[in-house]
């Protein structure tokens, strides 16, 4: 047999985003994390704190909960992304037309190791990482050291990118 079909696909650092204005963000965001301990071939690696945001999108919508998780997968990234929009059904996600709107959950692949990915469903690194503060600071919390697949340190984004009302929540995630 080849050594090639010997070898288990190699796990890859993933960085998700996780947020949530509905249905008790808090709990989502919670939920979310205990479903994600249960990924097949994956294992959470760190959760950040939970965050408060303002929304980006309509202002008349509530604020956000926000957070960042680091799991380890062997998931491709498309079936990675399957099951994160799985959980996100399973917690009463309707998928609607209208952008940055309130959702009960939203689960982004932020990073996918060090791979960029364009494909109709999936791009990575997520087209807002840079510029999103709900997703920065969170994760600066777990990863202070990461630079990004363009070669730009994490670090040189947050001096660029104001908190805008960011504050961390006294809730945590258990995981």
Known sequence: ??????????????????????????AQIQNAVAALRQLPQSKLVAVSSLYGSKPMGPQDQ?????AVAKISTGLTPLALLDALQQIEQQQGR?????RWGP????LDILLYAS?????ERLT???YGLAQREFVLYPLAEIAPQ??????????????????????????????
């Open 1 to 26: 047999m080849p050594e090639q079909q010997l070898k288990q696909p190699a796990e890859q650092d993933v960085f998700l985003g996780l947020g949530a204005n509905l249905a008790n963000p808090v």
């Open 124 to 126: 990575v690194p997520h």
């Open 115 to 119: 791979h960029t990915i364009a494909s």
């Open 146 to 175: 990461l630079t990004l697949p363009c070669g730009t340190p994490l670090q040189a984004l947050l001096s660029k990118v104001p908190l805008n009302g960011l504050q961390k929540l006294g809730e945590t995630c258990s995981w």
């Open 103 to 106: 959702r009960s959950l939203d």
């Open 62 to 66: 509530p604020d956000y909960v926000n």
């Open 94 to 98: 309707q998928r609607k037309a209208e």
